[in-house]
T-cell receptor
Framework: GENVEQHPSTLSVQEGDSAVIKCTYS??????FPWYKQELGKGPQLIIDIRSNVGEKKDQRIAVTLNKTAKHFSLHITETQPEDSAVYFC???????????FGSGTKLNVKP | NAGVTQTPKFRILKIGQSMTLQCTQD?????MYWYRQDPGMGLKLIYY???????DKGEVPNGYNVSRSTTEDFPLRLELAAPSQTSVYFC???????????FGPGTRLTVL
């Protein structure tokens, strides 16, 4: 089955700095890569996703890049704010949506 | 829309007891999922369903059972609770055309 690895496990940045979280996957059949934000005591919430036919996608301060050859994808958050502090998860899936495989999570702390 | 709702929010079980975690979605989504999240870890897929009457195993199905008699409901059954099942359980749903998984608020289960 698919194996998704995520780094780093914790990340601390100063407000206004950028944050980058990286994930690798093992199954070349995976073609959909979502990123989720999980706040304390809540379920994960989708913040951005990318499909394998696209190399980069941006939504305001958040961007995701995908390198299919190397089997890795990254989340970039620019101009970080304290409210960005949360746990972020990457995931990989095939288009049939039957199974999603999650990374182990990155706890992001944005210091004011 | 209420989205995905889960009950109960918290539960403490004794070893060997059984219980059902309830999950309901009001978005008419075909796909539904059960995940468990252990402390400091990502989500692991327990079971999933692609429509009423159809269920299949995920990564960690042992000790659990599911049913899907309606589009809205996807209960998760623990028959003989074990300490290893202490975790936070999340239910999610998605409509195939949009990919986005919507998560419930979670059920925190402790088995003593």
């Amino acid at each position: 089955g698919e194996n998704v690895e995520q780094h780093p496990s914790t990340l601390s940045v100063q407000e206004g700095d950028s944050a980058v979280i990286k994930c690798t996957y093992s199954d070349s059949a995976s073609n959909y890569f979502p990123w989720y934000k999980q706040e304390l005591g809540k379920g994960p919430q989708l913040i951005i996703d990318i499909r394998s036919n696209v190399g980069e996608k941006k939504d305001q301060r958040i961007a995701v890049t995908l390198n299919k050859t190397a089997k890795h994808f990254s989340l970039h958050i620019t101009e970080t704010q304290p409210e960005d502090s949360a746990v972020y998860f990457c995931a990989a899936s095939e288009y049939n949506f039957n199974k999603f495989y999650f990374g182990s999570g990155t706890k992001l702390n944005v210091k004011p | 829309n209420a989205g995905v709702t889960q009950t109960p929010k918290f539960r403490i079980l004794k070893i060997g007891q059984s219980m059902t975690l309830q999950c309901t979605q009001d978005m008419n989504h075909n796909y539904m999922y059960w995940y468990r999240q252990d402390p400091g870890m990502g989500l692991k897929l327990i079971y999933y369903s692609v429509g009423a009457g159809i269920t299949d195993k995920g990564e960690v199905p042992n000790g659990y059972n599911v049913s899907r008699s309606t589009t809205e409901d996807f209960p998760l059954r623990l028959e003989l609770a074990a300490p290893s099942q202490t975790s936070v359980y999340f239910c999610a749903s998605t409509q195939g055309s949009s990919n986005e998984q919507f998560f419930g608020p979670g059920t925190r289960l402790t088995v003593l």
